[in-house]
Nanobody, 115 residues
Framework: QVQLVESGGGLVQAGGSLRLSCAASGSNFSINPMAWYRQAPGKQREMVAIITSGGGTNYPDSVKGRFTISRDNAKNTMYLQMNNLKPQDTAVYYC?????????WGQGTQVTVSS
């Protein structure tokens, strides 16, 4: 069974850091793009970081310079290092990939940033 499982969320004070992990299983995802999305209550899901199979990355301005996406293809795992967190970063964070022309999502992990 192909699946993505996130971990590493939690409660942190503003200015703090968290590192999210996304473990992929059931297939080799090294050739697939992977990304992190987030969804805050009452808001649309938005992408916060994307990484290609070759390691190219892109971020929206809202997180650029604070978030870093990376991947370890040998472990089939993707990461999101989040620094200088702000209350507006509070959301459920999801990992995403495109696999055999299908979109796969993880179940999400909650990140709460207190002011």
């Amino acid at each position: 069974q192909v699946q993505l499982v996130e971990s590493g969320g939690g409660l942190v004070q503003a200015g703090g850091s968290l590192r999210l992990s996304c473990a992929a299983s059931g297939s080799n995802f090294s050739i697939n793009p992977m990304a992190w999305y987030r969804q805050a209550p009452g808001k649309q899901r938005e992408m916060v970081a994307i990484i290609t199979s070759g390691g190219g990355t892109n971020y929206p301005d809202s997180v650029k310079g604070r978030f870093t996406i990376s991947r370890d293809n040998a472990k089939n795992t993707m990461y999101l290092q989040m620094n200088n967190l702000k209350p507006q970063d509070t959301a459920v964070y999801y990992c995403w990939t495109l696999w055999r022309m299908m979109t796969l999502w993880g179940q999400g992990t909650q990140v709460t940033v207190s002011s």
